[in-house]
């Protein structure tokens, strides 16, 4: 029961506890019934009973006892005995009376009133005893009690049918109540999700319910700090990146005359010159990915959309790049509203990650199916390990040297990657390449011709 869901397990719950209380109901309704309708029958053969003996007893002494006991028994569906001494006679054709219990019979005949159910003959009867005063005859009656049989199966049958339909109501009323009372937590985990996706303006509605308005505020509260938080790390990170652009500018300006005099350095000097040129050009990467970074987070420019052919903006792309043993593999002619810079950032970004830290591109691939564009660049590294296949879009995440290579990356360019795609409503991951290597999956929703 605890591995159902919540929903399953509330209706499962609503289902039992209206079986349970229907149960009772039924079986509360049968005991009264059937109670009644018993005790009625039960008196009203025991009123028959004495008047018709009353009747045989004074016959006893005037004669016609055998015809009356035959009449008795033709006129009413019941069989009719009487016991005079040794003398047995008896009237009725549906029910053999002389199969009673020898007990009966022996308590009746000690002068003994007598009432009791049995089966005679397959069929539940009512038999009744009586003494006859002023004799020694006994006079027993015997009703059969099909109809009463009858009616209560088909009682017990309604109630049992009552039960179950009245247990599969409460399931669908459960089903019913567990849908409406889970729908805030529906939202609230669709909120959850759009802003573990990095959409932190997603902000839960006033539901109205005393029980769900301070979760709503919790957790409006959480996203705004959220999204305040991170509006001033983006604002820190684009004041800091501009900051740096102007001593960033001198070094390089400084480097660039090194170069050009690098015949007249000493010749020990020149490691040194190379490892700060190297350098300089690494944190010119990351004062720009930090500016594009900045300008991506919720205070980025709006977006340019266009319709752009997907297969030839990916080959004009990669077409400036070292991707000499790269195949680029096309399959339809996918086309997407998106802005063109943002397109091209990404795969130049996933196309520079593959040759700096993947062992080198291997394939560029594109492809539509009329609903989903996608975008798969396959390199020829070990792969990402499992556990780091999320954790690698996220800002400053750089796999261990052995296991994506180093190349002196500073763990933004797939991080700009996520924030393009996620900007335009699409979706990107990392699985196994076959084969070997890493494959890095953009989709996105394809135009309608």
Known sequence: MRRLPLHLRVMVWFGLVSLAVCSALAVLTWNMATGYMLDQRERAALNQATANSRLVAGALDEGGLRELVTGLGAELESAVMV????RVITGGNLIDPTRLPREFTDLVTSGTPVRQRTMLDGAVVL????????????YVEVFPLRELDRTFRYLGWMLTVGAACGGLAGAVLGRWAARHALAPLGRMIEAAGRAARGDLSVRLPDAGDADLIPLARAFNDTAEGLERRVARDARFAGDVSHELRSPLTTMLNAMAVLRRRRGELPPGALPAVDLLDNELHRFRRLVGDLLEISRTDPEADALDPELIDLAQLVREAISVLPTSRAVLDVTGSPRVHADRRSLERIVTNLVDNANQHGGGLVRVGVSGDGRTARVEVDDDGPGVPADQRDTVFERFARGAPADRGHSGGVGL???LVSQHV???GGTVTVTDRPGGGARFTVE???ATP
């Open 444 to 446: 996105f929703p394809e």
């Open 422 to 424: 996620h900007r335009h």
């Open 83 to 86: 016991i005079d001494g040794g």
């Open 127 to 138: 038999a009744v005893g009586l003494t006859m005063p002023q004799s020694t005859a006994a």
């Open 413 to 415: 360019g797939l991080a």
